[in-house]
């Protein structure tokens, strides 16, 4: 069976291209789609500035819910200080150490802001203790003593243009921009800037007396707590060979705290909780896309293959009047198919790897990934897709052979040479049914004006897409008999023969006209459900921020304390509110069951009705005080949480909160499901700073200038004008400079699977054009000249063309008129005008390219060479 497979094969290649083709791009993505997923379960971040300790206990920084995979928690959780002293007791620890993290910036001698190399800066700050974590640091100097002194880590003092002994401006803990020594210049990866423990402890608490004396209880539902009492991590070195020993005696003392017990490579995970988020975000990406590259890739791979066996039923056909099995038959098929499957599989999942690893890149220097955080290279991910691949390739060809299989011997000759009459009905009505279902489906934009009632529409466009491929025989003959119909009695020949093939070749048609409508639909949808999306964030933000201008400090990983109330005695401010973002896990009761989901959540005071318009539809933000939320009409429709109801939050450090809705707004999508009082907030962030201040002025160039002149007074503090910034989303809550990561995201997506889909669609069109080298002859030998079959053949492009356009504009059409109802108010989406002019070109290109160059290709055989070739 292998061997006569291999001679088939070896007489279709031009055929078997197009499956090689289809395998080796559906390969590809696959491939890369599982390193995505695998790297976003198992990836691990170096231990960094932990590399020195043997043992690491952190809080864990994820939550669990039942049955479904864990939530990366972005907010530092504290760890009792207390544990420190027990944990050094134990037999084997030679060092523990509570490091605490706090924000630090330098200031050059320029005033300019010199972030801490390789760090966050919003836990940049350290007690000198913990240099005891680093991996053998060469020290250039001494401990620091007193409470201006403090040690730099290398990358740091040499991009400030400092070093031991020098006095450099320092911003710690929120505090104004102090002087302080340089004590020690430390040489070590991720070393960070070091103070004296005392001092560090004394930084690390909010200004003021208090400083972090007020207890701390993680449980605690009043969003009180502070982080009095607590370290951050802690590490521990131990004696040779013991690490094992004392790390199994470590999470005897610390079971059921809630607290993990972290080794090897697994230290990472403790240097910065939000790459648990990076991890998360991967593996969403993978399950997301996961979906559309299998149903895409398969639908290539089909096409492919039936393109690929349609050419053979002639030979199958005999096979069957010699006395082949139906079940041969098949497998003659399925082998073949393998044959050219196993060819293109390895390059396809060799690339697959190179293209993960390029996408990864992409996000780190977009930063939404960690650059540190590395890619998980295994075999897993090849075997996975060596396994859907063959699956695919068995399915499809055994499918694509299943009719001529079952045919009687004499009707499986005679119909060899044409198609069936009459197209399935059980496929016309499946195919009907996909795209009643799709335009149903599309309706969700109506019902949830979501990022998630969005996605819905291109998920829409691509089912309805797939019922085109079921039903499109039929409604390419019915077209195609219409037309013949219409014809008058001066019509020219090669116009005639074309449509005449496409009505009796509806089978062949469709299968082209279907892939190119499917890639019309795909760009479409994919493309204005972005743009849409964006433009209705944008337009949320824009009418609900009252504010002119925002005050941040980007790069001191949060606000100096002072900034909101000197922005407030600026001449000309109306109005000044602190805004931040969290991150909040909401579980709920969905028609039984506990539903978990992750969402950004802004935090904001009483004082932000003033310079924010939440769209407010039930409620007074202005009791935004204590325990304490408001929500969007889409959540509080959804969840049952209307005003006065009380919900149940898991906030960003994994605390637990009851919190009563005092509000309910409209503009969801500008400014998130859930906001938080700041007062709830506090305690639960990693700095517990203010991200920025939004700032309503008399409108007034003097006030605009006296806002200037107040942050250039300032090291380290940005003013941006929020009208200028409304477009996208930002982490500061109210509008953004940067695109958000998703949609760069998309976009790629986007361009990596219309390239595939187009590829493929290009060799199936060449080789179902090069299998009509016969039909081509037969019609040179009744006396049809080569000028006429180029015409003919570059009619039926036209017609391919056009039908592709147009069922793939109205498969669109509904769901992009639903969701720009739904989202914009108005029946048509928001994007580029050049979208469609692009579409229309591309398609007609491919077109007309992929059908008149083998079309070219089959008039230089003479007709009987090409009559008698197999």
Not at 117 to 128: F, I
Not at 316 to 334: C, D, E, S, Y
Request: aromatic share 2%.
């Amino acid at each position: 069976m292998l061997h006569l497979a291999l001679r088939m094969a070896a007489h279709r290649i031009t055929a078997l291209l197009a499956v090689a083709c289809a395998v080796l791009g559906g390969a590809l993505m696959i491939t890369a789609t599982g390193v995505l997923a695998e790297s976003g379960l198992r990836s691990q971040l170096p231990p960094g500035r932990l590399a020195g300790a043997d043992v690491v206990v952190a809080a864990d920084q994820e939550y669990h819910p039942d049955a479904d995979l864990p939530i990366a928690l972005p907010e530092r959780a504290p760890v009792p200080a207390g544990l420190v002293d027990r944990l050094a007791g134990l037999p084997g620890v030679t060092d523990a150490v509570g490091d605490i993290g706090f924000p630090v910036a330098l200031v050059d001698a320029r005033g300019r802001v010199v972030p801490v190399a390789n760090d966050d800066p919003r836990t940049a700050g350290h007690g000198w203790s913990s240099t005891k974590l680093l991996d053998g640091p060469r020290v250039d100097g001494r401990e620091p003593s007193g409470s201006r002194e403090v040690a730099v880590d290398a990358a740091t003092a040499a991009a400030a243009g400092i070093g031991t002994g020098d006095r450099v401006e320092v911003v710690a803990g929120g505090r104004p921009a102090a002087a302080y020594r340089v004590s020690a210049v430390v040489d070590a990866p991720d070393a960070g800037v070091y103070f004296a423990d005392a001092t560090a402890v004394r930084l690390s608490g909010p200004e003021g007396p208090e400083g972090r004396d007020r207890p701390e209880s993680r449980d605690r539902t009043d969003g009180a707590a502070s982080r009095a009492g607590t370290v951050d991590l802690i590490g521990l070195r131990t004696e040779p060979g013991t690490e094992d020993r004392v790390a199994s005696a470590v999470r005897e003392q610390v079971e059921g705290t809630g607290l993990k017990v972290l080794t090897g490579a697994e230290r990472g995970e403790a240097v910065a909780p939000g790459v648990g988020s990076s991890r998360s975000l991967l593996v969403l990406l993978a399950g997301s896309l996961g979906g559309i590259v299998l149903l895409i890739t398969g639908f290539v791979t089909a096409g492919a293959l039936g393109v690929a066996v349609a050419g053979q039923r002639r030979d199958l056909a005999l096979m069957r009047a010699v006395g082949a099995t139906p079940k041969q038959i098949r497998r003659l098929a399925a082998a073949q198919s393998m044959v050219v499957a196993a060819v293109a599989v390895v390059p396809g999942v060799a690339l697959g790897y190179l293209l993960a690893g390029q996408f990864r890149g992409q996000l780190a220097d977009r930063g939404i990934l960690p650059a540190e955080l590395p890619l998980t290279v295994s075999p897993l991910p090849a075997l996975a897709t060596l396994l859907l691949m063959a699956a695919a390739v068995q399915v499809s060809a055994r499918s694509a052979a299943w009719r001529t299989s079952r045919m009687p011997a004499t009707e499986a000759v005679a119909e060899s040479r044409s198609e069936p009459r009459e197209p399935s009905r059980i496929r016309t009505r499946t195919g009907l049914l996909l795209i009643v279902a799709a335009t149903a489906l599309s309706a969700a934009p109506l019902l949830s004006r979501t990022v998630l009632g969005a996605s819905t529409t291109s998920i829409a466009g691509i089912v309805a897409a797939i019922g085109l491929a079921l039903a499109g025989p039929a409604l390419v003959k019915g077209a195609g008999e219409a037309a013949v119909r219409r014809l008058r009695p001066d019509t020219p020949a090669p116009t005639w023969l074309a449509l005449a093939n496409v009505r009796a070749y509806a089978l062949r048609i469709s299968g082209v006209v279907s892939p190119l409508a499917m890639a019309v639909v795909f760009v479409l949808t994919y493309t204005l459900t972005q743009t849409t999306v964006l433009a209705a964030t944008a337009d949320d933000t824009r009418t609900g921020t009252l504010a002119q201008h925002q005050v941040s400090a980007p790069g001191l990983g949060g606000l100096p304390s002072g900034t909101l109330s000197a922005v407030r005695d600026v001449p000309g401010v109306r109005a000044a509110a602190p805004v931040g973002t969290t991150t909040v896990v909401w579980p709920y009761q969905l028609f039984g069951e506990t539903e978990t989901e992750e969402s950004s959540a802004m935090i904001l005071t009483p004082a932000a009705a003033d310079v924010l318009d939440l769209g407010v539809r039930d409620g007074d933000p202005a009791r935004l005080t204590g325990a304490t939320v408001a929500v969007s009409s889409e959540v509080a429709r959804s969840r049952g949480a209307e005003t006065g109801q009380r919900v149940r939050l898991v906030l960003g450090d994994g605390a637990q909160v009851d919190a009563r809705v005092v509000a309910v707004y409209d503009r969801g999508l500008g400014f998130g499901p859930v906001v938080l009082s700041h007062d709830l907030a506090k305690g639960h962030t990693t700095t517990d700073l203010d991200q920025s201040v939004l700032v309503r002025t008399d409108g007034t160039a003097a006030a605009e200038r006296a806002l200037t002149e107040l942050t250039a007074a300032r090291p380290g503090l940005l003013l941006e004008d929020t009208a200028s910034d409304s477009d996208t989303a930002s982490d500061s809550g109210t509008g953004g400079t940067d695109t958000p990561p998703e949609v760069w995201i998309n976009l790629a997506v986007i361009v990596v699977l219309l390239g595939y889909l187009l590829l493929s669609i290009a060799n199936k069109l060449v080789a179902a054009t090069a299998q009509r080298r016969a039909e081509i002859a037969a019609l040179r030998l009744v006396g049809t000249t080569p000028r006429q079959i180029r015409v003919m053949m570059r009619r039926e492009a036209a017609v391919i063309a056009a039908a592709a356009l147009t069922t793939g504009l109205l498969l669109s059409a509904v769901p992009l008129a639903l969701l720009g109802q739904g989202f914009l108010g108005r029946p048509w989406p928001q994007g580029p005008a050049w979208l469609l002019p692009a579409i229309a070109v591309t398609v007609v290109v491919t077109a007309f390219l992929t059908i008149d160059l083998p079309t070219r290709q089959a008039l230089r055989t003479p007709p009987a060479d090409a009559l008698r070739a197999p």
